[in-house]
């Protein structure tokens, strides 16, 4: 008996700007082609905690949040690596604020597979599994796939 799919037709990928996350997009572009499903990107980003100290509300400054503009780098600088000047048909990045590990988890309830990379920019160097991909991949609502970088 055929049931109707509960989650959308979309691969998520996490994007930070790492090499680990770009080799997580290109796993993910590889696997959305085969599987004839949409693919988006996603970065996110915090307000800068000197916001925060000062309790500065959201939308007082009419620029745009300097962590907002370096999100949107990291995915286009990544799309860019990957892709080159012909981007893969159906793909969707989209920058969300927050933190990232919660954002993906959520975004995994809608999707048919969450891929994250190994580690990413931050944190301690010596850590196999970054704290983001550690919590995405163990909290995913959907299956996960772990992506590790040739070092």
Avoid: K
Wanted: contains cysteine.
């Amino acid at each position: 008996m055929n049931t109707p799919s509960t989650h959308a037709d979309r691969i998520v990928v996490g994007i930070d700007g790492s090499d680990h996350s770009t080799h997580a997009l290109r796993a993910a572009a590889g696997l959305a082609s085969a599987l004839n499903l949409r693919l988006e990107a996603l970065t996110c980003w915090n307000r800068s905690e000197i916001y925060l100290a000062a309790q500065i509300p959201a939308g007082v400054f009419a620029e745009i949040d300097p962590r907002e503009a370096e999100a949107a780098r990291f995915v286009e600088d990544a799309v860019e690596r990957v892709f080159g000047l012909e981007r893969l048909r159906g793909l969707i990045t989209d920058i969300r604020h927050g933190h990232p590990a919660q954002i993906l988890v959520q975004e995994s309830a809608n999707a048919r597979l969450l891929v994250v990379g190994r580690r990413g920019r931050g944190g301690s160097r010596g850590l196999r599994l970054g704290s983001v991909s550690f919590v995405s991949i163990a909290h995913a609502r959907c299956p996960a796939l772990l992506v590790s970088s040739q070092e």
